[in-house]
């Protein structure tokens, strides 16, 4: 029996009907595939296939993305072409260190941080840089800030966030220096605000995190962060000024031994907004927002290393009120997530950089 489709089609005649497959095809490139998700159907395209621990938009067109082991690249998203920038200063790829976050400042300045040798001989540090690509190089490379030296890179957390044109907040991880991480004349396991306007030395915006790789405001300038727990007591938290978030003195998570760090909860000490153990070792997160999505507006994305999945939370008044498991057969570690200017969902894994693109069922004559 004829589908009611193609009874539609066939006063139309055969060039409606190449016309049409002609469109399918379009929506269904080779290498895109077709998923589905409680909200969205969606494809999966894959742009390249090769890591990028942090990515930003450098245009409409254009993103830059970074290599751990210490490449900055540029890659167009139509054309799929990409080139490597000159001028990237050495990086030490040890630990969970190496070439880490990137965002696109303005124009074309760019923010990054990177792990690097420091002194005394055998330690290493984390330092914020800023330079702005010009053709194929970087060029007026300046270290903005460099933390305090440590002999691990492990923990080493990492984001970059922007509060409007004047502040940055960078998160830093513990760098196994757990015991240190509540005293706030160190650099580990905080968050900082840097003013880009006075230059001023960073601000402790909040302390006691663990391995923060997840950094982003809402659209009503909340502050959220993720970070990796020890054995569970991974955590998504709402960053205030001068609150404590805990690490080492309360988490759900226990030590790789087995034995208890401390209790979930303790006097003085914000609790996460949500946590998950077993663990599923959250990294970079994002808000979807944009029109290509309509249902996932407003929902928060994780990557998952160990979860080996994209998460999606929906989020009303500061609370998570659902999760759901997005690419779970796929067995790849997300790092990092971006909602593109063109409203479409942009994915980095350990291995590609994939992009999300909505397919509604009934809409395929619409989309050119
Ligand atoms: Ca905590």
Request: aromatic share 10%; hydrophobic share 35%; net charge positive.
């Amino acid at each position: 029996m004829d589908s009611i489709f193609l009874r539609l089609l066939r006063p139309l005649g055969r060039t409606a009907l190449i016309v049409t497959l002609t469109l399918l095809t379009f929506v269904h490139p080779s290498n895109a595939r077709e998923y589905k998700s409680d909200l969205h159907r969606f494809n999966l395209e894959v742009l390249v296939e090769h890591q990028a621990w942090g990515f930003d938009f450098l245009s409409p067109k254009e993103i830059v993305l970074t290599e751990r082991r210490g490449v900055i690249k540029v890659l167009n998203i139509e054309t799929k072409e990409e080139f490597e920038l000159t001028g990237v200063p050495k990086v030490l790829e040890e630990g969970h260190g190496g070439l880490l976050d990137i965002r696109v400042f303005q124009g074309r300045k760019i923010f990054f941080v990177f792990t690097e040798k420091a002194q005394p001989e055998g330690k290493s540090t984390l330092t914020l840089a800023s330079a702005e690509i010009e053709g194929t190089a970087l060029k007026d490379f300046k270290r903005v800030f460099s933390a305090v030296p440590a002999d691990s890179l492990y923990q080493a957390g990492s984001r970059i966030e922007f509060q409007g044109k004047r502040y940055l907040f960078l998160s830093t991880g513990e760098r196994e220096e757990r015991r240190k991480v509540q005293d706030p004349d160190t650099d580990f396991g905080k968050i900082y605000r840097f003013d880009l306007e006075t230059g001023d030395k960073p601000e402790m915006w909040a302390k006691g995190v663990r391995n923060p790789e997840g950094l982003v405001f809402d659209a009503e300038g909340n502050l959220w962060e993720s970070e990796l727990g020890p054995m569970g007591g991974d955590e998504i938290n709402i960053i205030e000024k001068g609150n404590n978030y805990g690490w080492p003195i309360a988490t759900y998570g226990l030590a790789y031994t087995g034995k208890v760090i401390g209790p979930p909860t303790a006097e003085g000490v914000t609790p996460p907004v949500v946590n998950w153990t077993p663990s599923i070792s959250p990294s970079g997160i994002a808000f979807y927002y944009g029109d290509k999505f309509p249902r996932w507006n407003g929902n928060l994305f994780v990557c998952t290393l160990s979860g080996k999945h994209l998460r999606r939370l929906e989020v009303k008044n500061k609370k998570v009120v659902a999760q759901e498991v997005l690419l779970g057969n796929e067995d790849w570690r997300f790092r990092n997530v971006r909602t593109g200017p063109d409203g479409l969902l942009y994915v980095s894994t350990e291995t590609k950089i994939i992009r999300l693109s909505p397919l509604k069922p009934g809409t395929h004559k619409k989309r050119r």
